[in-house]
């Protein structure tokens, strides 16, 4: 059963604005979370991460929000360009194990 | 350091084939993980080795998937007999869980061997 889940395969977003990408999880006992990035034949690299014990979390452009009593978790991308088109997984650790959403794949468009 | 390194970056084999996709860790590095990316499950955890000591296979779809990790410096995933339902991307991620700081991280990915089986 998917424990951490990305409703959304993919987006679109014009070069400038903000992009939003979402995960929701189910597991109560995830204590960390990560956002990865992946482009085509690379594997995943971090991009990103947020402790259970804080909301927010913010490094240049990207900024991860989690809301715990909704077990929710977003990326914002603000401003989108052209090179954050890829595909991004969302990850929760529990026990010292990740698990993964299904990923969304983002295409910012010039 | 030259990161995870998987080979071969592309497979393609016949239905009935052994194959077997291969893995070397970030020197140092204590724990081990094959995954599998499909589009209906994400990134899936197959198997996870520490200290070269198989710790958790409970992903591997069949018992047509092994995995060995014969040293710190090496691991396979080998499937045999292939079948077509096995085509998929295969990543091979390390980690060092005991470190400060590394453990946020999450692991290191390498660039994945995309197996097809026809």
């Known amino acids: 059963d998917q424990q951490v889940k990305q409703n959304s395969p993919s987006l679109s977003v014009q070069e400038g604005r903000i992009s939003i990408l979402n995960c929701d999880y189910t597991?109560?006992?995830?204590?960390?979370f990560l956002w990865y990035k992946k482009y085509p034949a690379e594997g995943p690299t971090f991009l990103i991460s947020?402790?259970?014990?804080?909301d927010k979390n913010e490094d240049g452009r990207f900024t991860v929000f989690l809301n715990k009593s909704a077990k929710h978790l977003s990326l914002h991308i603000v401003p989108s360009q052209p090179g954050d088109s890829a595909v991004y997984f969302c990850?929760?650790?529990?026990?010292?194990?990740?698990?993964f959403g299904t990923g969304t794949s983002l295409t910012v468009i010039p | 350091d030259a990161g995870v390194i998987q080979s071969p970056r592309h497979e393609v084999t016949e239905m009935g084939q052994e194959v077997t996709l291969r893995c070397k860790p970030i020197?140092?590095?204590?724990?081990l993980f094959w995954y599998r990316q499909t589009m209906m499950r994400g990134l899936e955890l197959l198997i996870y080795?520490?200290?070269?000591?198989?710790?958790?296979d409970s992903g591997m779809p069949e018992d047509r998937f092994s995995a060995k990790m014969p040293n710190a410096s090496f691991s396979t995933l080998k499937i045999q007999p292939s079948e077509p339902r096995d085509s998929a991307v295969y990543f091979c991620?390390?980690?060092?869980?005991?470190?400060?700081?590394?453990?946020?991280?999450?692991?290191?990915f390498g660039s994945g061997t995309r197996l097809t089986v026809v």
């Open positions: 991620a390390s980690s060092l869980r005991r470190g400060t700081g590394v453990q946020r991280y999450g692991y290191t």
């Open positions: 597991n109560s006992m995830f204590d960390y």
């Open positions: 947020i402790s259970s014990i804080k």
């Open positions: 990850a929760a650790r529990s026990f010292n194990q990740f698990y």
């Open positions: 020197s140092g590095h204590d724990y």
């Open positions: 080795f520490n200290n070269n000591v198989p710790i958790d």
